[in-house]
């Protein structure tokens, strides 16, 4: 009697096991991260899957991840609804905007922000690539923006360069770097360059990927994937995640305008004191003799009478 209570209480419990992990909503984790140096797509997707199973089995129930590799592919993803969170580019998200909540930011290279620099093949300066052709990491359709505002901060006239093109990735844009389908490109620094490729200039610092929620999420669970995230174990382009807020996605957002540059308004320092406006001045009303407004009476003869008589 007493082991058939025990087995009933066993199967009790497995039921409710089981229906705790059947209930638990599964993890999808779309990457879309064009900026980061994967060395390969393969390596890319491979980080997506790990990213992906490891959130849900964090979380009790099952993970996928997919990789987009455009656009407006993630884009239609977010709006259907099919992505719980996303890895994706700091960048595209302080171009693009939209409802999503930060939940950390990517690790490489021991930190979460990472310098860009402008390369290109042989010993060249700034000035030599005026009117020439330039590749970036695709971030969402404003390509110039990013690349004279927040990464030149203005100072360069928008017709600087002959055209600027988005490339798919980092590696895509180096690749056709190296095969001499573009004069320059801007990534990210940290990255192997080709033999001859150099370093130009050296740009501003900002935040790589970031792992956002989008739409609504309850609280606790938001904060149950950012604590698996912060457990996660990945690889040398994306070694890990740390705790962040939305602070470095708006810093890059507020660089896309860069305010219009005005020379500096002179204003006299002026102290004026009653006694310096009326010193050496005389003031008194000058007064007009009375008869000045009175007329004499006009003189005028007797009427004639008609028969002469007066």
């Given at each position: 009697m007493k082991?058939?209570?025990?087995?009933?209480?066993v199967a009790a419990l497995s039921i409710v096991a089981l229906a705790g992990t059947a209930h638990a909503e599964p993890v999808t984790v779309g990457v879309f991260a064009p900026t980061a140096?994967?060395?390969?797509?393969?390596?890319?997707?491979?980080?997506?899957?790990?990213?992906?199973?490891?959130?849900?089995?964090?979380t009790g129930g099952t993970g996928t991840g997919k990789v987009y590799l455009r656009a407006s592919d993630f884009a239609a993803a977010v709006r259907k609804g099919d992505i719980t969170i996303a890895l994706v580019d700091a960048t595209y998200l302080a171009a693009t905007g939209g409802n999503y909540t930060v939940l950390a930011a990517a690790v490489r290279g021991g930190d979460t922000t990472h310098t860009w620099q402008l390369v290109a093949k042989g010993n060249l300066k700034v000035t030599d690539l005026r009117g020439k052709r330039v590749l970036v990491p695709a971030v969402g359709g404003r390509e110039p923006d990013f690349i004279y505002n927040v990464m030149l901060g203005g100072e360069v006239?928008?017709?600087?360069?002959?055209?600027?093109?988005?490339?798919?990735?980092?590696?895509?844009?180096?690749?056709?770097?190296?095969?001499?389908?573009?004069?320059?490109?801007i990534v990210p620094a940290g990255v192997e360059l080709a033999p001859g490729t150099q370093t130009v200039l050296?740009?501003?610092?900002?935040?790589?990927?970031?792992?956002?929620?989008?739409?609504?999420?309850?609280?606790?669970?938001?904060?149950a994937l950012a604590q698996a995230a912060g457990a996660f174990?990945?690889?040398?382009?994306?070694?890990?995640?740390?705790?962040?807020?939305?602070?470095?996605v708006k810093a890059i957002s507020r660089r896309f305008t860069v305010a219009a540059k005005r020379g500096p308004l002179a204003v006299p320092a002026v102290r004026l004191l009653v006694g310096d406006l009326v010193e050496g001045?005389?003031?008194?009303?000058?007064?007009?003799?009375?008869?000045?407004?009175?007329t004499s009476p006009v003189k005028t003869s007797p009427a004639s009478t008609s028969d002469g008589h007066h």
């Open positions: 082991a058939l209570a025990l087995a009933i209480a140096p994967f060395p390969s797509t393969s390596a890319r997707v491979e980080l997506a899957q790990r990213l992906g199973d490891s959130l849900g089995k964090s006239g928008r017709d600087f360069f002959a055209k600027l093109e988005a490339a798919p990735d980092t590696s895509s844009a180096l690749a056709a770097l190296n095969l001499g389908k573009a004069e320059a490109a050296t740009l501003p610092s900002i935040s790589g990927p970031v792992l956002v929620a989008f739409g609504a999420m309850p609280a606790e669970r938001r904060a174990k990945g690889d040398t382009t994306i070694t890990g995640f740390r705790a962040s807020d939305g602070e470095a001045r005389t003031f008194a009303i000058e007064r007009t003799p009375p008869a000045s407004f009175a």
